[in-house]
């Protein structure tokens, strides 16, 4: 009997478990990646980019970080309904960073509730010019 139950009864279960629990969530973004291109060095730059839940459960977005201090992100809401979307405000500030000039990449990391992909990077590039480059 116990092999009768880990083999067939088990799974079947666990299959009417997951049925019931009306399916998960699956988050996505658009774009997949953030270019900022070059920028004068005293002039911070944001953009709006979406979160999408295409699954069919609600998406809970649990945290929301970034990989340095001169990258923020904001969310509109930490909860997405199954097929909607929310919006992520990513700002990148070049001050953060005197005298550093040249190409970066940062990481906006959320985490939420997906089960197969529990986080998500994005990454953000820039490239600060040096005083003398930005005005030419």
């Known amino acids: 009997m116990p092999r009768l139950f880990a083999r067939f009864l088990l799974p079947m279960l666990l299959a009417g478990l997951l049925a019931a629990c009306g399916g998960a969530p699956a988050m996505t973004v658009a774009p997949a990646a953030i270019d900022f291109g070059a920028i004068p060095a005293d002039n911070p730059v ?3 980019i979406q979160v999408y839940n295409q699954g069919t459960a609600a998406l809970r977005i649990d945290n929301v970080r970034t990989s340095c201090g001169c990258t923020t992100a904001t969310l ?3 909860t997405v ?4 979307a929310v919006d992520l405000q990513v700002t990148f500030d070049p001050q953060a960073h005197p005298g550093l000039y040249g190409p ?3 990481i906006v990391y959320l985490s939420s509730n997906d089960p197969t992909q529990p986080e998500l990077e994005i990454p953000v590039s820039v490239e600060i010019l040096a005083p003398k480059e930005a005005h030419s």
């Open 104 to 106: 970066l990449l940062r």
């Open 76 to 78: 509109s809401s930490t």
């Open 46 to 48: 944001s953009t709006t």
């Open 81 to 84: 309904a199954a097929g909607a």
